[in-house]
């Protein structure tokens, strides 16, 4: 498991790869964390839950990302923990956090841009670009 930024001309671009999809999300979740410069703070934890249907894996994918960027944008809240269970048109979190210490730069939006997820040999791999 495991990110990498991909240089990207105007926005920002991460590969993520894990052995399965509930690890591929969580993967995403954070490479999004790290390339905004998130840190999280010590004060009181809070848990949400997220639930979605789509037409794919993608748009779950990026329902689940655009959901953490609203609680970044709108509850100052960053999410670290993770419960997903993810199949091929449904979407099922239940996410642990704290309110955002700090952010270096937001990101504005998760982008369809060349998504696509893919089975490998070793699970799954997907790059994903984010609009800052």
Do not use: C
């Amino acid at each position: 498991m495991g990110f990498e930024e991909i240089s990207h001309t105007a926005d920002w671009s991460a590969r993520v790869w894990a052995p399965d999809l509930p690890s591929l999300f969580v993967e995403a979740a954070r490479a999004m964390s790290s390339l905004s410069g998130t840190v999280i703070g010590n004060g009181t934890r809070v848990r949400r839950t997220f639930e979605t249907e789509g037409p794919d894996v993608e748009s779950l994918l990026v329902a689940f990302l655009s959901e953490l960027v609203y609680y970044q944008e709108q509850e100052n809240l960053t999410f670290d923990v993770f419960d997903l269970k993810v199949a091929a048109q449904w979407l099922k979190v239940q996410m642990e956090g704290a309110p955002t210490a700090s952010l270096e730069k937001a990101i504005k939006a998760v982008t369809y841009h060349n998504l696509n997820i893919a089975k490998t040999v070793e699970g799954f791999e997907t790059t994903i670009v984010f609009d800052v």
